[in-house]
């Protein structure tokens, strides 16, 4: 089965509570809970199409919130009110904000994952292993804290827990942008995003310290080549860290999202994952990886992770080329290349729109303003192109702007992670936890439909197992096809590309109007060659509208392709996912 992924960050999606403000506790603005993620959601989720959901922010972090037993963390090691979900204080533990009754947290959790199970859906979580926050300290497991016996006089020691600054006297102290963080006195310890410094600035990972794998990170891939560590030598950190997936398996969860993954050793990836499928022969890994980001690799990233055990790992070219599409007059010809040329991510390669780090699709501030207008085509390009897994974010299916009431994370077209806060678009949808759509404007509808009508199809033989043929070579002199006022070669705006399954004999043909206003009434040509790529014959050949199974089936003869195309209306910022059946020998009516 094709892997679809629903991000569900707890915080927001049950929150129900409407508007808020800036800044707000979590009694002014609400805040998502275990609970709150239903069996009636867990249904809508199963039957949107969705086969895994990443319970996005579960691991206890640092928070200016306190709970019975457990103070606030120190004001300056917090973004933001809730914290970032990333600055984890406890690996064993998960966040008291979201549970009914804090002192019930692990087993409110542990009850999310059966409901989970009941439903068909595979539970995944964080797993962050780059990083923890500067406040960390295990009260679940405190024997498998970290940096207990570190020798803080030197940058680096294999067996050390951290990396440590070189204090010009033993006195000084780290100063956070939002004050000094005296417990590092004398023996800073490096940020999370690798920064070297007693003074890490607002755009670091301030609030995290690095974690060390037993390599020197500063010597890139020649320091990961020198740790290789004997079987039953590994660090102590390894140790912890495979302790921690085996604690989080046991509870019940069926695989992990690997935050930065390129910022951890391979060898460890290597060695992890493969106990971890010993427990669980099932599990699922898929990697946030990036080849321009701090990797430990000298080659490129994301084959690094697959060899390495990953499932399946971030696919952020093809990602950065739609939004060229949008927002730097790129052409869809481009998108060939993306699809032609990283044939190993073909069917591992993560495919989204949307995740917590990046921009919503309707962010006015986003995707040159019209994100809304072309997602349709974005979703059958970007989805339908490979066989790969699907990344959706809570919010994306309803067209949420990220206009909820923030605080840290600003108003950058990204609703916070950092802040109590929530969807107002999203809770049309949830409406108080029935999550059966009943507040929802025509506009949400229509996107939530047009999702859920992508989503539904991806397990079709086609585009869950089947190869790539691009047509936009072929359409370049082809009149019409995307082609915008004074251009003499087509291909601006329309994608058009076929995905074959030769052993289910099933093809689809896809075509993507990626112009926010223009329809297009054009031709595709599908020439010989690809027709004998997809195993067509002679004949009358019938195109049936998946998207809209009430529209009339288009028709054409093989040589009638070859020549002059299909003739096609595509409406602006809409898309057609046409099955192609073949009737051999067959005549017109």
Known sequence: MRPVVYQLFVRHFSNHTVGGEPWGSRETNGCGTFAG??????????????????????????????????????????????????????????DPDLADEPARRLEEF?????????????????????????????TVRPQSSFGAGDDTAHFFRRDNAFYYLHPQNSDRELQLPQGAFAPERGHGRVTGNNAETWTPGACDWYETVKLNYG??????????????????????????????????QELGVGGFRCDMAHMVPPTFWRWAIARARLRDEDAFFMAEGYNDHMKLTGGDVHEALLDAGFNAVYDSPAYDALRGLCERGGWANDLDDINRDHLKSFFRGVRYLENHDEQRLAAPCAWNGRGPAVARALMAAQYAATAGPVLIYNGQECGEDASGPGGFGGDNGRTSIFDYTSLPHFQH???????????????????RGATVSVLSLLQHPALSKGGFYGLNWANR????????????????????????????KATVLVVCNFHPEQ????????????????AK??????????????????????AELDAGGLPVSVPAGSALILEWAAQPGGKRD
């Open 537 to 558: 014959k002679p004949g009358v050949h019938t195109f049936r509208n998946l998207l809209d199974p009430a529209a009339p089936p288009l028709s054409a003869t093989a």
């Open 477 to 504: 002199e082809t009149p019409c096809f995307g082609r915008a006022e004074g251009e003499e070669t087509s291909g601006h705006y329309l994608y058009a590309f076929l995905r074959h399954y030769r052993k289910a």
């Open 215 to 248: 390599c020197d990170y500063t010597l890139g891939p020649a320091g990961v080549a020198r740790m290789l560590p004997p079987c039953g030598a590994e660090p102590r950190v390894w140790r912890i860290m495979n302790e921690v997936l085996a604690y989080w």
């Open 37 to 94: 993620v239903n069996d009636a959601a867990l249904d809508a989720l199963s039957q949107m199409g969705a086969t895994h959901v990443w319970f996005t922010g579960v691991l206890r972090h640092a928070t200016q919130t306190p709970h019975p037993g457990l103070p606030a963390d120190p004001a300056c090691t917090v973004k933001g009110i809730a914290g970032s979900p990333y600055a984890v204080t406890d690996y064993f533990d998960v």
């Open 429 to 447: 949808w949830t409406a108080r936890g029935a999550f059966d759509g009943s507040a929802m404007t025509p506009r949400e509808r229509a996107l």
């Open 110 to 138: 542990a009850e999310l994952l059966q409901r989970c199970r009941r439903h068909g859906l595979v539970p995944l979580m964080d797993f962050i292993p780059n990083h923890v926050s500067r406040c960390y300290r295990s």
């Open 519 to 534: 329809d297009f009434s054009t031709r595709i040509h599908i020439p010989q060659n690809a027709q004998d790529w997809c």
